[in-house]
């Protein structure tokens, strides 16, 4: 079979490998891949930008495929099931955070940019119906880190004005779906004027150019103030955040692509006592959370393209360049 990897190569660092097609021990499956979709952490691997690189392991962790083989007798109901991935692999036994053996599939585990790839049975949740397949490998990775921040250390409600900055991102979409599913108020950021304009046109309230220098007192002045905000950038605008949110509101970041704050105002913070919190994916009860929630409300991933497996090498390369509205999708 085709797969992913990465290798020793210096120049593209990732490349297409022909590797046998493994086999289904006991308590896994072998899925067949029908689509399955970039993280900005695939390319961080890429770039070396990631602990534990392992050469030769097949990348991607999200990914929608159909049931091809089952290692144990009990689980053949599986075979022709059309399904999702949940990438937790250990997340161990405390819902607030993974444990020290946690990993992501798709490093150092084989992942699902390949032809086929082995999972555990329990990592296997059937399609939401109303998904493609394309969209269906766009959710979990994005969804299970966007439902994490925006309910469970969001704490969402009703009627709440939300920020997500760097609204084009994976898994800024699909926090920008969430919260408007929740009925909140949502306003976003982003470093392209017409990302902006298609947020808007997804329900957000209105916007701001993060890198125009009066972004922050525009959104203030709109806003009167957040009582959320959802961020994975990080660096520079991190210390704005806090001059922005109303008495008691919430941080979440998961991410820090633009680096460290230069300064943050801990006496506003705790003067206003605002919640800044870290967040990284989520447990497998949030992953079953926020499929049900996607199914219930029909929630569709927003998808930016969809290449050819063969093209895999330019979906990194755009994922770098950042010019994606959404999730990059690859369909075998
Ligand atoms: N902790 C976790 O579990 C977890 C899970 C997923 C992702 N992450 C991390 O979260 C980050 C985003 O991941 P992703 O997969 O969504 O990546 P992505 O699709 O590549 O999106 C990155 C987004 O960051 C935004 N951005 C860039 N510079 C910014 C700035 N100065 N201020 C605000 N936003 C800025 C851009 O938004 P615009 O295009 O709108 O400008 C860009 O689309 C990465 O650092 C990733 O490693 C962490």
Not at 107 to 130: C, S
Not at 242 to 271: N, S, V, W
């Amino acid at each position: 079979m085709k797969a992913l990897q990465i290798t020793d190569n210096p120049k593209e660092k990732i490349k297409i490998n022909e590797i046998p097609i493994p086999n289904a021990s006991e308590n896994e499956v072998l899925v067949r891949l029908t689509a399955a979709a970039l993280n900005r952490r695939d390319q961080w691997i890429r770039e070396d930008k990631y602990p534990n690189i392992k050469p030769y392991t097949t990348l991607g962790s999200d990914g929608c495929g159909i049931v091809e083989q089952v290692g144990s007798e009990a689980d053949k109901d599986w075979i022709g099931k059309k399904v999702i991935i949940n990438p937790n692999i250990g997340w161990g036994s405390n819902p607030k955070v993974q444990s020290p053996h946690y990993q992501i599939l798709g490093m150092p585990t084989n992942g699902t940019f390949a032809e086929y790839v082995v999972v555990k049975t329990d990592r296997i949740h059937l399609k939401p119906e109303h998904l493609t397949d394309e969209q269906a490998s766009a959710l979990p990775l994005g969804g299970l880190t966007a439902y994490r921040a925006v309910f469970n250390y969001g704490e969402i409600s009703e009627g709440d004005n939300v920020l997500i900055s760097g609204v084009g991102g994976g898994v800024a979409t699909l926090a920008l779906q969430f919260a408007l599913v929740a009925k909140a108020n949502v306003y976003i950021t982003s470093g392209d004027n017409d990302k902006i304009q298609q947020a808007i046109q997804i329900g957000a309230i209105a916007g701001a150019n993060y890198k125009e220098s009066n972004w922050n007192k525009d959104l203030l002045e709109k806003s009167k103030g957040f009582h959320l905000v959802i961020d994975s950038a990080g660096g520079k605008g991190f210390s704005d955040f806090i001059r922005m949110m109303k008495p008691a509101g919430r941080i979440i970041f998961y991410g820090a692509t633009q680096g460290l704050p230069t300064t943050l105002d801990l006496y506003r913070a705790f003067y206003y006592q605002i919640k800044i919190q870290g967040s990284t994916m989520g447990n497998d009860q949030e992953f079953v959370d926020m499929v049900r929630l996607v199914d219930t409300n029909k929630i569709l991933p927003i998808i930016d393209n969809v290449k050819p497996f063969s093209d895999i090498i330019n979906a990194f390369d755009e994922i770098k360049s950042g010019k994606q509205f959404g999730k990059i999708v690859i369909k075998f």
